[in-house]
């Protein structure tokens, strides 16, 4: 799969994102049908989080001339953790407007220092702090154990299992003051992926060898598995723990296969070669190859950062003082507003170094390392 292609696949992602937040806020009937977790089950992160694991362990494991793990991970933690900032900047305005100095004086230092220390922080901005956590997680095991990443996946599967032992928000109760997601088991999500990308190319050789009834095969029954539980349907319907989004927060051991199901499938139509799932991969390669979509990808830190600021803006509305109508069109039209802006600042951030350098625009332009989180 090429970068461009990856690119188009996270910004349909982080639209994803940005409409499904806005149609919890806004609560307008029938808005989930049209965003693709109705249907499969898997939100966006669940897509996400792999495929930039994907992507970090193809560039520091998978390739010839790997980059220096080490090097990569500062870099992009230092990029994450200024965003991550600027995500608190509306939460930081709301408490210290609350904040009464004359009886605590102490308060509003106190809050910028929890927000500044990632104990804090306003909503919607999980998958940021997923990444910081998820990049220290991989700190630890590259120091522990080198390039190996077969230990690396023991390391975080013993760091899941605490977590399905012992769960709570964030890392083992780190970072878990304002967002749900337990991150001691993401990162399991996250590290796995990492060791895919790295053994990328001995997993290239085997899918080019493997029979081409295997594609359809494994699109079929990740799809079946994933939507079949999503809906409650025979047999997931013998315990609440195996449909719907129950286990999501947590990524139970069954949440964790759906969501590897569901990737699986995926990843299964768009490199198949048989006539079955040809229709949906030329679908597919179509729609996530085109230039707005893959804008938005490849900026994904700055989309992310910029629909964590409108949705501040949207969680200060009373909604359920309008109409239904109403609340339809501010869903479509915040979904609007966030996709154009991110056109206009992928416009202004590429033509300059494109005009200059006379280097081709878009996704030919984009360099290994930026598509691996986004550019930033």
């Known amino acids: 799969m090429r970068y461009t292609l ?38 966006d992160a669940e897509f996400f989080i792999p495929i ?22 500062v870099t992009r933690l230092r990029v994450i953790y200024g965003y991550m900032l600027i995500c608190h900047v509306p939460f930081l305005l709301d ?30 901005a999980d998958i940021l702090i997923i990444y910081i956590c998820c990049f220290l997680v991989c700190g630890g095991l590259s120091a522990l154990f080198g390039a190996d990443l077969r230990k690396w996946c023991a390391g975080s599967a013993l760091i899941y299992a605490a977590s399905q032992v012992e769960g709570s928000a964030g890392l083992f109760g780190l970072v878990g003051g304002f967002q749900p997601f337990d991150i001691a088991a993401w990162q399991f999500l996250f590290v796995i992926f990492v060791a895919l990308g790295g053994w990328s190319p001995a997993l290239r050789r085997r899918a080019l ?15 079946w598995l994933t939507a079949s539980a999503a809906h409650g349907l025979p047999p997931f319907n013998l315990h609440p723990a195996l449909n719907g989004f129950d286990g999501r927060m947590e990524l ?19 490199v198949g070669r048989d006539a079955l799932t040809a229709p ?41 003082a309008l ?10 039209g915040a979904v ?9 600042y992928a416009l202004w951030r590429e033509a300059p170094s494109d005009a200059a350098s006379g280097a081709p625009s878009g996704a030919e332009a984009a360099s290994g390392a930026r598509s691996a989180g986004g550019r930033g």
Not at 211 to 222: E, Q, R, S, T
Not at 336 to 344: E, I, P, R, S, T
């Open 6 to 43: 990856v690119d188009g696949m996270r910004g349909h992602l982080l639209l994803g994102m940005m409409y499904a937040h806005m149609s919890f806020s806004t609560a307008v009937p029938f808005a989930s049908y049209f965003h693709h977790a109705k249907w499969i089950g898997l939100y």
């Open 52 to 73: 930039s694991g994907f992507l970090i362990g193809l560039l520091c494991f998978g390739t010839d001339r790997p980059r220096s793990f080490g090097r990569f991970a």
């Open 95 to 124: 408490g210290l407007t609350g904040v009464d100095w004359a009886e605590s004086p102490g308060a509003g230092t106190r809050l910028l220092v929890e927000s500044l220390l990632l104990q804090k922080g306003g909503y919607y």
């Open 209 to 223: 060898a493997a029979p081409a009834w295997a594609a359809p095969v494994l699109a079929i029954g990740g799809l």
């Open 252 to 270: 139970t051991p069954f949440y964790l296969v759906r969501v590897l199901a569901g990737c699986l499938a995926i990843t299964a139509i768009l």
């Open 280 to 320: 949906a991969r030329a679908a597919l390669r179509w729609y996530f190859s085109l230039g707005p979509l893959r804008r938005v990808g490849r900026w994904s830190i700055q989309a992310f950062t910029l629909h964590v600021l409108l949705m501040a803006a949207a969680i200060q509305v009373d909604w359920t």
């Open 323 to 332: 109409s239904t109508p109403l609340r339809a069109a501010a869903l479509v």
């Open 336 to 344: 609007a507003l966030f996709f154009g802006l991110m056109q206009l």
